[in-house]
T-cell receptor
Framework: DAGVIQSPRHEVTEMGQEVTLRCKPISGHNSLFWYRQTMMRGLELLIY????????DSGMPEDRFSAKMPNASFSTLKIQPSEPRDSAVYFC???????????FGPGTRLTVL | GQQLNQSPQSMFIQEGEDVSMNCTSSSIFNTWLWYKQDPGEGPVLLIA?????ELTSNGRLTAQFGITRKDSFLNISASIPSDVGIYFC??????????????FGKGTRLSVIA
């Protein structure tokens, strides 16, 4: 299995632009998680899905952030408009079910200038 | 929400030394996991623990699920340069049933001096 796939690996954009991060979970996994990692705050859970349905989005910082999972093999995290404080590494992870161990993708390093 | 206290925050050790780090919580957890994150990569699962008192090894790594169910530790024996990275503990709290996601500690940053 290829593991969790994320794209792009790096993204540099200007403040105010829309950013879309993509994730393909491990085939057969029913839960998908989006995390943000910064030096100051560590690893933060933003949102997670079970069977393509968002279960808990309480970690999403504000309305500029949105996530979708249109099918079992694809999810997006969108930031519109982006701000410099959104600069971080964003990880996608998947698991068989929400209470099983999670497998992480390689992350997307986002820099907002 | 649930919080995990992971310590130490960082460690600088000589190659060949043993390493110990731990994770504690004020509430009971059903599962403890230990991950390692290499620079520029995502966290990778090292060891998973499911029962209180469970002691599990993976090569030079040993982890234990505390008897109180509120803590776990990870030991690395005879450290080598490739052990460098950030080690995260994660746990599934017992408090919420059903689809409870994992709670992550803030990580221990390990540096190994050759």
């Amino acid at each position: 299995d290829a593991g969790v796939i994320q794209s792009p690996r790096h993204e540099v954009t200007e403040m105010g632009q829309e950013v879309t991060l993509r994730c393909k979970p491990i085939s057969g996994h029913n839960s998908l998680f989006w995390y943000r990692q910064t030096m100051m705050r560590g690893l933060e859970l933003l949102i997670y899905f079970n069977n393509n349905v968002p279960i808990d989005d309480s970690g999403m910082p504000e309305d500029r952030f949105s996530a979708k999972m249109p099918n079992a093999s694809f999810s997006t995290l969108k930031i519109q408009p982006s701000e410099p404080r959104d600069s971080a590494v964003y990880f996608c992870a998947s698991s068989l079910n929400a209470y099983n161990e999670q497998f992480f993708g390689p992350g997307t390093r986002l820099t907002v200038l | 929400g649930q919080q995990l206290n992971q310590s130490p925050q960082s460690m600088f050790i000589q190659e060949g030394e043993d390493v110990s780090m731990n994770c504690t919580s004020s509430s009971i957890f059903n599962t403890w996991l230990w991950y390692k994150q290499d620079p520029g990569e995502g966290p990778v699962l090292l060891i998973a623990l499911y029962k209180a008192g469970e002691l599990t090894s993976n090569g030079r790594l040993t982890a234990q699920f505390g008897i109180t169910r509120k803590d776990s530790f990870l030991n690395i024996s005879a450290s080598i340069p490739s052990d460098v990275g950030i080690y995260f503990c994660a746990g599934r709290p017992r408090a919420n049933s059903g689809n409870t996601p994992l709670v992550f500690g803030k990580g221990t940053r390990l540096s190994v001096i050759a």
